[in-house]
C-alpha cells in the first residue's frame, strides 16, 4: 500500500483546545487533536499560547500513532507560537506507506512439514502435500482457527503447486524423487486425477482457478521458464517466462498473474527481479527491496504480498516481508518466525504463511498477515517537567564511541570504546558529577564493551571479538577469567561480583552468562537473538531494551530477567537499536541510539517503570554509541557519535522531578496549527 495519486494539496487545520479539556484528561492522558486523512504526510505541528493559559514549566507532548512527533517545551511562557518541522525528523515518515501490516500467530497443522503447498482464502485454506521426511499426500482443511485433515493427495508429492478454492482446488507438478505432472482436482472432499502437466517439473509457481489455472517455472533436471494454462481439462503451453526461475513466489489469475523471486540455478542469494503475465506474454516489473528465493506470496496481482525466503549473502532465513501494488514492492512488518518453503493462502490484507522449514526443522505454524487502514491520530498530553530533561554538562577528556559506563552521577566511570572507525581505545576516566579525570588504562582496548559495578569496583566485559573480563578497584585494571564466549555490543549490567552479559555479536546471540566475582557461567537464553542491547539493574532483576535482530534490524522488545529466566514486557515505543540504559528494572531510562540504519542517530528518551514505557525530554545532542550511568532520576550519558566520523566528548545530565500540577486556571486556550499533504 503506497501512495498513488494524482495530485496532492497542502493543507492547514487550526485546532483549539481548552485548559479545561487538558485538565479533565489529567497530566498524562492524551486528547485528540485531528486525525489526519490515510492518504496524507505530516510536514508541520506547533501550538499558539494565547493569553490567559497559564502555564508552570510545562511540556506539550505530542504524538502520530505510534510515532513520536516532538515535544514542546513551552518554559513558562504565557503566549508566544512553537512549532516542529516533521519534514527532516528521523523518526516521521509519511504514515500510509510503511509497515501498514502485522503477523500474528495462527493455527498448528497437524503434520509439520515443508515443501508444501497452500490456496484459497485465510478461512478456508488448504494445504497439500510436502515432505515430512519422505513425500507427503496430506491434505488439510483450515478455517481460520484450526486444521482439519482431510482426504489425501492420489500421489504424495514435494515441491507441489496449487491454486482454487477450499472446495475447488487444483494441485500440479512436484518431485515424487523426479519431476512429475501429476495433476489432481479437489472438490472439498476428494482428489480425482486429470490430464497432466505437457512439461513435468518441480518447484514451479502457480496461480488461477481449478478451471483457469497457471503454471509457471520450475525445474525438470535444470530451471525451466515454461508456462502452462488449464482450462479445466488439460493444460496448454504458452509463451515462457522471461527468465528461469524456480522456489518462486506468485499469486494471482490466469490472466493477471505475478512471480517474483526465485532461483535461476546459479545464484544461491535468490533473485530480485519479478514478471507479470497479462494472460499472453510476461512482462519485466520492478525489483523486490532483497533477492530472495524459497518465499511464499499470496493475493492478486494488484495487491500481492511475499513473506520469508533465503538469501545465503545476509543469512538462511528471513523474514522479511513485502506489499505489491501492481508497480512496486514495499517493506511491510516481517513475520514473526524467519522461514522458508512455506505455504501460502490469502489475500493482502489477510494473508496466510503455514509450515515451512527453519534450515533443520519442518514447521507446523501458521501466521497471519492483516492490513490494517490506520487512524492517524494526533493526541496531545500537557503535563509537567517531571519527567525530566537533558542539560550539558563538561566533556569527557576523550571523544569516544561505543565505550562502556557505569555508577553514579557523582562517582562514574567510563573507558574503552573507539575514536576512529577501526580499533579500539584503552583510555579510562572517572566522573566525580562535574567534570571527567583520566586514570589508569585497560590492559587491552575494544569497542562494543561493556560494563557492570561502580567506580571503585567496576567491571569490563568482552567487546569487539573479545572475551575479556577486567576488574577496577577505583585505581587499577586486572585481568581475571574471560567469558565463555566472546561477545561484543551485548547487554551488560549488575555489579562487580554479580554481573550479567547477553546477547552481542557475533551472531546476533541470546546466549547470556553470569559473573560470580570469579567465573562466568552460562545460563539461560534471552527469548530472542539481537545484539546492540540497552542494559539495565541487577543480576536478579535485569532489563534487555531493544537491540537488533539477524537482518539488522532494530527491534522494540523488551525482556525481564530475574536471575533465572527471561519473559517478554511490553516493548519499546519504537524499534531502537543501541539504545544507552541506565536505573534499575523498575526505573529505567534509556537514550539515544538509532532505530533504523538510514537514521543514524536518535536524541530520543524513553522512561521505563516496571511495566510500560514512556517518551521524556530528547537528548540536546542527538548520537548513537553513546554509554550511559547513574539512575531514573540522576542520569548521565557520555559519548558517542554524530556521523559515520564525528566521534563526540559530550556528557548531557538527566533530571527528573516529581510531577506538579498546573497553574489552577479556568479559562484560556492553546490553538494547535497542523500542516500536511493530502493526496487525493
Given at each position: 500500500m503506497q501512495i498513488t495519486a494524482s495530485k496532492s494539496t497542502i493543507k492547514t487545520e487550526e485546532i483549539s483546545k481548552t485548559y479545561s479539556d487538558f485538565s479533565t484528561a489529567g497530566l498524562t492522558n492524551s486528547i485528540n487533536i485531528l486525525t489526519l486523512p490515510v492518504m496524507s504526510t505530516l510536514l508541520t505541528i506547533g501550538v499558539d499560547i494565547e493569553n490567559?493559559?497559564?502555564?508552570?514549566?510545562?511540556?506539550?507532548?505530542?504524538?502520530?500513532?505510534?510515532?513520536l512527533?516532538?515535544?514542546?517545551?513551552?518554559?513558562?511562557?504565557?503566549?508566544?507560537?512553537?512549532?516542529?518541522?516533521?519534514?527532516?525528523?528521523?523518526?516521521?515518515?509519511?504514515?500510509?506507506?510503511?509497515?501498514?501490516?502485522?503477523?500474528?500467530?495462527?493455527?498448528?497443522?497437524?503434520?509439520?512439514?515443508?515443501?508444501?503447498?497452500?490456496?484459497?482464502?485465510?478461512?478456508?485454506?488448504?494445504?497439500?502435500?510436502?515432505?515430512?521426511?519422505?513425500?507427503?499426500?496430506?491434505?488439510?482443511?483450515?478455517?481460520?482457527?484450526?486444521?482439519?485433515?482431510?482426504?489425501t493427495l492420489n500421489t504424495a508429492r514435494f515441491d507441489i503447486r496449487s491454486c482454487g478454492t477450499q472446495s475447488s482446488a487444483l494441485s500440479f507438478g512436484g518431485s515424487t524423487g523426479s519431476a512429475s505432472g501429476v495433476t489432481e482436482e479437489y472438490d472439498g472432499t476428494s482428489w480425482v486425477n486429470s490430464n497432466a502437466l505437457n512439461t513435468a517439473r518441480f518447484g514451479l509457481g502457480g496461480a488461477g482457478t481449478q478451471t483457469a489455472g497457471l503454471s509457471c517455472g520450475g525445474k525438470t533436471t535444470t530451471e525451466v521458464a515454461t508456462t502452462e494454462e488449464y482450462d479445466g481439462t488439460s493444460w496448454t503451453t504458452v509463451n515462457n517466462m522471461l527468465a528461469v526461475r524456480r522456489s518462486?513466489?506468485?499469486?494471482?489469475?490466469?490472466?493477471?498473474?505475478?512471480?517474483?523471486?526465485?532461483?535461476?540455478?546459479?545464484?544461491?542469494?535468490?533473485?530480485?527481479?519479478?514478471?507479470?503475465?497479462?494472460?499472453?506474454?510476461?512482462?519485466?516489473?520492478?525489483?523486490?527491496?532483497?533477492?530472495?528465493?524459497?518465499?511464499?506470496?499470496?493475493g492478486i496481482r494488484s495487491a500481492a504480498l511475499n513473506f520469508g525466503g533465503l538469501n545465503n549473502s545476509i543469512g538462511s532465513l528471513?523474514?522479511?516481508?513485502?506489499?505489491?501494488?501492481?508497480?512496486?514492492?514495499?517493506?511491510?512488518?516481517?513475520?514473526?518466525?524467519?522461514?522458508m518453503l512455506m505455504a501460502s493462502a490469502g489475500t493482502q490484507d489477510a494473508g496466510l504463511s503455514v509450515a515451512g522449514y527453519d534450515n533443520s526443522n519442518n514447521l507446523a505454524h501458521s501466521e497471519h498477515y492483516d492490513q490494517n487502514t490506520p487512524a492517524f491520530d494526533i493526541d496531545a498530553t500537557l503535563r509537567s517537567n517531571g519527567i525530566g530533561a537533558w542539560t550539558i554538562g563538561n566533556d569527557l577528556n576523550s571523544e569516544r564511541d561505543n565505550a562502556a559506563a557505569c555508577g553514579t552521577r557523582t562517582a562514574g566511570l567510563t573507558f574503552g570504546g573507539r575514536n576512529s572507525s577501526s580499533g579500539g581505545l584503552t583510555s579510562t576516566e572517572e566522573y566525580g558529577g562535574t567534570s571527567w579525570s583520566a586514570s589508569n588504562n585497560l590492559n587491552a582496548g575494544h569497542r562494543g564493551l561493556g560494563a557492570a559495578g561502580t567506580q571503585s569496583a567496576g567491571l569490563r566485559i568482552g567487546g569487539y571479538t573479545s572475551d575479556i573480563t577486567e576488574e577496577?578497584?577505583?585505581?587499577?585494571?586486572?585481568?581475571?577469567?574471560?567469558?565463555?564466549?566472546?561477545?561484543?555490543?551485548?547487554?551488560?549490567?549488575?555489579?562487580?561480583?554479580?554481573?550479567?552479559?547477553?546477547?552481542?555479536?557475533?551472531?546476533?546471540?541470546?546466549?547470556?552468562?553470569?559473573?560470580?566475582?570469579?567465573?562466568?557461567?552460562?545460563?539461560?537464553?534471552?527469548?530472542?537473538a539481537k545484539t546492540a542491547i540497552g542494559g539495565v539493574g541487577t543480576q536478579t532483576s535485569g532489563l534487555a531494551c531493544g537491540g537488533a535482530d539477524s537482518n539488522s534490524d532494530a527491534v522494540a522488545q523488551t525482556e525481564e530477567y530475574d536471575g533465572t529466566t527471561w519473559t517478554f514486557s511490553n516493548d519499546m515505543l519504537m524499534p531502537w537499536?543501541?539504545?544507552?540504559?541506565?536505573?534499575?528494572?523498575?526505573?529505567?531510562?534509556?537514550?539515544?541510539?538509532?532505530?533504523?540504519?538510514?537514521?543514524?542517530?536518535?536524541?530520543?528518551?524513553?522512561?521505563?517503570d516496571g511495566?510500560?514505557?514512556?517518551?521524556?525530554?530528547?537528548?540536546?545532542?542527538?548520537?548513537?554509541?553513546?554509554?550511559?550511568?547513574?539512575?531514573?532520576?540522576?542520569?548521565?550519558?557520555?559519548?558517542?557519535?554524530?556521523?559515520?566520523?564525528?566521534?563526540?566528548?559530550?556528557?548531557?545530565?538527566?533530571?527528573?522531578?516529581?510531577?506538579?500540577?498546573?497553574?489552577?486556571?479556568?479559562?484560556?486556550?492553546?490553538?494547535?496549527?497542523?500542516?500536511?499533504?493530502?493526496?487525493?
Open positions: 490567559g493559559f497559564a502555564i508552570s514549566d510545562s511540556q506539550i507532548l505530542l504524538s502520530l500513532t505510534d510515532s512527533v516532538s515535544g514542546l517545551n513551552l518554559s513558562n511562557k504565557r503566549e508566544g507560537f512553537y512549532k516542529k518541522s516533521l519534514i527532516d525528523d528521523p523518526y516521521m515518515k509519511a504514515p500510509n506507506t510503511d509497515y501498514i501490516g502485522v503477523w500474528s500467530m495462527g493455527g498448528d497443522i497437524n503434520t509439520a512439514r515443508r515443501q508444501l503447498s497452500g490456496n484459497g482464502i485465510r478461512s478456508a485454506a488448504l494445504c497439500v502435500g510436502g515432505y515430512t521426511t519422505s513425500n507427503s499426500d496430506d491434505t488439510e482443511e483450515y478455517d481460520g482457527t484450526s486444521w482439519t485433515d482431510s482426504n518462486m513466489g506468485t499469486a494471482g489469475t490466469q490472466l493477471l498473474a505475478l512471480a517474483c523471486g526465485g532461483y535461476n540455478g546459479s545464484d544461491g542469494n535468490g533473485m530480485i527481479s519479478s514478471e507479470e503475465y497479462n494472460g499472453i506474454s510476461w512482462v519485466a516489473s520492478n525489483n523486490m527491496n532483497l533477492a530472495r528465493r524459497r518465499l511464499g506470496a499470496c528471513l523474514s522479511i516481508a513485502e506489499e505489491y501494488d501492481d508497480t512496486t514492492f514495499v517493506i511491510t512488518n516481517s513475520l514473526n518466525i524467519c522461514n577496577y578497584d577505583g585505581t587499577c585494571w586486572t585481568n581475571v577469567n574471560t567469558l565463555n564466549v566472546a561477545m561484543g555490543y551485548a547487554g551488560r549490567f549488575g555489579s562487580q561480583t554479580a554481573a550479567v552479559s547477553t546477547g552481542g555479536i557475533t551472531g546476533p546471540t541470546a546466549a547470556t552468562e553470569e559473573y560470580d566475582g570469579t567465573c562466568w557461567t552460562v545460563v539461560n537464553d534471552l527469548n530472542m537499536e543501541r539504545p544507552a540504559g541506565c536505573g534499575i528494572q523498575t526505573e529505567a531510562l534509556c537514550s539515544g541510539g538509532r532505530s533504523l540504519p538510514e537514521w543514524p542517530q536518535l536524541g530520543f528518551s524513553s522512561e521505563y511495566t510500560t514505557w514512556s517518551w521524556a525530554y530528547d537528548l540536546n545532542v542527538g548520537r548513537t554509541g553513546l554509554s550511559a550511568f547513574g539512575t531514573q532520576s540522576l542520569g548521565v550519558s557520555s559519548g558517542g557519535r554524530f556521523a559515520s566520523s564525528s566521534y563526540l566528548p559530550t556528557t548531557e545530565h538527566y533530571d527528573k522531578t516529581t510531577p506538579q500540577n498546573l497553574d489552577q486556571v479556568s479559562s484560556g486556550s492553546l490553538t494547535f496549527k497542523v500542516k500536511y499533504i493530502e493526496y487525493v
